[in-house]
């Protein structure tokens, strides 16, 4: 089997090694998996162990995790609005409280109630359960109206 050039996958997403939070090598095993390429093919291609291949995947997604962490950090400091929400809140009471505070802002929501209902679920993860909020959750909306998530 002939695999993609890495390289040119590489020039394509405009990877800069000096700029990225990952390793040329995690980028090269993300760009190839990226095209359905099975890891042992990769192992065979670079010269290594599957298992090897494995560990530079998961470090490499473990890093761009991190990456989009500490950018919605970024975000939520400087996010006109940034509204705690108390463990024990129903979840159909937030979208009222975050229109409320984004009016307090003069920052225009782009989510119906529904679909905010359903972000906070989903992004709080466990710290919702059902129509229960269990544990406090922050969120934040951006000067743009996107509203994230936080623990």
């Not at 993609?4 to 405009?14: E, H, K, T």
């Not at 490499?60 to 950090?73: D, L, Q, S, W």
């Not at 159909?92 to 003069?106: F, T």
């Amino acid at each position: 089997m002939s695999l993609p050039n890495v390289d040119d996958l590489l020039d394509r997403a405009g990877f800069d090694a000096d700029e990225s939070v990952l390793t040329r090598r995690q980028a090269e095993v993300l760009a190839l998996r990226e095209q359905d390429i099975q890891q042992a093919t990769i192992a065979e291609e670079l010269g290594t162990s599957r298992a090897n291949v494995s560990s530079i995947e998961a470090s490499a997604r473990e890093n761009i995790a991190k990456a989009r962490e500490t950018v919605a950090f970024a975000d939520a400091l400087s996010a006109p609005v940034q509204l705690t929400v108390e463990g024990g809140t129903d979840l159909y009471d937030v979208p009222n409280r975050v229109y409320s505070a984004c009016d307090d802002a003069g920052v225009k929501v782009n989510r119906t109630a529904p679909e905010l209902m359903k972000l906070v679920g989903d992004a709080a993860g466990d710290a919702v359960h059902g129509r229960e909020v269990r544990r406090d959750i922050t969120v934040t909306v951006t000067t743009d109206g996107t509203v994230q998530v936080r623990e």
